[in-house]
């Protein structure tokens, strides 16, 4: 199946501090990934959705100027958590649909960055 | 909007036993259902997928999931657990149309003892 990666894995920063965390498809393009947010013994919450070439979309309550999202090419997208608390501390996971016939439907996620805000 | 209820949030059970979480969602049009397995410190992996055809649907590692349109169903069952199956299961529901994210249900924590 097609792959998605992420990185960094795991970064711990102080509060106030930016961190970008970057989700790449290594074997396939993705016009369009999706950024999830997983706190402990929690569901997947859909943040935002990626597209490249435009502005992200951000689900209800997701604060864009917080959260920056840059699709910049075809097999990247960016999330930059801008002056980041302690209440960002959670895991963030992105996902990607891969395209083609049945499998455009089925989307492939990354390993996911811990993210500890001190 | 969609969303996607889980029934039981921790079952434990022993190994051998048969396992069957409950998964209902809430939508009007075509879906695409998915379960997704997440192991400790681990990413989230898919178990099965329908998008169409045979309701009945086989997954990797002995899971299999029904599609019951009528309830708005995908029950995930292994008629025998392992310890290894001991993990976070996740449903979830996409509408089908390329491009759309997927909506999780809370998920359910599975407790094998050997």
């Known amino acids: 199946g097609a792959v998605v990666s992420q990185h960094p894995s795991r970064v711990i920063c102080k509060s106030g501090t930016s961190v970008k965390i970057e989700c790449r498809s290594l074997?396939?393009?993705?016009?369009?990934m999706f950024w999830y947010r997983q706190f402990p013994k929690q569901s997947l919450m859909l943040m935002a959705t990626?597209?490249?070439?435009?502005?992200?979309?951000?689900e209800q309550g997701v604060e864009k100027d917080k959260f920056l999202i840059n699709h910049a090419s075809l097999t990247l997208s960016t999330l930059t958590v801008t002056s980041a608390h302690p209440e960002d501390s959670s895991f963030y996971i992105c996902?990607?649909?891969?395209?083609?016939?049945?499998?455009?439907?089925?989307?492939?996620f990354g390993p996911g960055t811990r993210l500890t805000v001190l | 909007a969609q969303s996607v209820s889980q029934h039981n949030h921790h079952v434990i059970l022993s190994e051998a036993a048969s396992l069957e979480l409950g998964c209902n969602y809430s939508?009007?049009?075509?879906?695409?259902l998915f379960w997704y397995v997440q192991y400790p410190g681990q990413h989230l992996q898919l178990l099965l997928k329908?998008?169409?055809?045979?309701?009945l649907v086989k997954g990797i590692k002995g899971f299999e999931a029904e599609f019951i349109k009528s309830k708005f169903s995908f029950n995930l069952r292994k008629p025998s657990v392992q310890w290894s199956d001991t993990a976070e299961y996740f449903c979830?529901?996409?509408?089908?149309?390329?491009?759309?994210?997927?909506?999780f249900g809370k998920g359910t924590t599975l407790s094998v003892s050997s």
């Open positions: 996902s990607a649909p891969s395209g083609g016939g049945l499998t455009y439907n089925e989307q492939f």
């Open positions: 074997d396939f393009q993705a016009t369009t």
């Open positions: 990626s597209n490249e070439g435009s502005k992200a979309t951000y």
């Open positions: 939508y009007g049009g075509t879906v695409n």
């Open positions: 329908y998008f169409s055809g045979d309701p």
């Open positions: 979830a529901v996409k509408n089908n149309q390329a491009g759309t994210a997927l909506i």
